[in-house]
């Protein structure tokens, strides 16, 4: 009669890789942050501490990595989607390619309908239209009220003016 032995629980081998890169990371910060020479600066913060403050905070993400590793050992493992993954990668390509020639509220609007198919809403005819209206109400945000310039292509400068 053979023992049927419970499988021997294994620490989640990614989120160990993810700790030791955090880490690494950290650390690095934390050193180049010493590095800085200190002013003083505006109540006692000077330009190294933000760089330590955040290499502090990476090395806490790399524990809490490694507990998650040993306290979900053995969990099941999600298989990545990939075709949500390239919806998006699509989107943001096409809006780099787009934005000088067709302005931000039509490249963006294309962002905004990739990413929402990547999610699940396929219907282009929809999402794009709606993206490009709310990327022209964010446009005018910037260009309006915070005068901040966005690459303006015919639809801003047809509402908008130049």
Do not use: C
């Not at 499988?7 to 690095?28: K, M, S, T, Y």
């Not at 050193?31 to 000077?46: L, M, P, R």
């Not at 998006?88 to 990413?115: D, E, K, M, N």
Request: charged letters at 10%; zero cysteines; hydrophobic letters at 55%.
């Amino acid at each position: 009669m053979k023992h049927l032995a419970a499988p021997a629980r294994r620490p989640d081998g990614a989120a160990l890789v993810i700790a030791v890169l955090l880490a690494a990371l950290g650390l690095l910060l934390v050193v180049q942050g010493a590095g800085i020479e200190e002013k003083g600066g505006y109540a006692g913060v000077g330009s190294g501490d933000l760089p330590r403050f955040l290499g502090y905070g990476m090395m806490a993400l790399a524990a809490a990595h490694v507990f998650s590793a040993f306290r979900y050992a053995g969990g099941a493992v999600m298989r990545p989607q990939i075709a949500p993954v390239l919806w998006v990668v699509a989107g943001l390509t096409l809006q780099v390619l787009l934005l000088r020639p067709l302005g931000f509220s039509i490249a963006s609007g294309l962002l905004f309908a990739f990413t929402a198919a990547g999610f699940g809403k396929r219907n282009l005819a929809l999402t794009i239209p709606m993206g490009i209206g709310l990327s022209l109400a964010i446009y005018g945000v910037f260009d309006q009220l915070l005068r901040l310039r966005l690459p303006a292509g015919f639809l801003e400068t047809l509402i908008f003016g130049a």
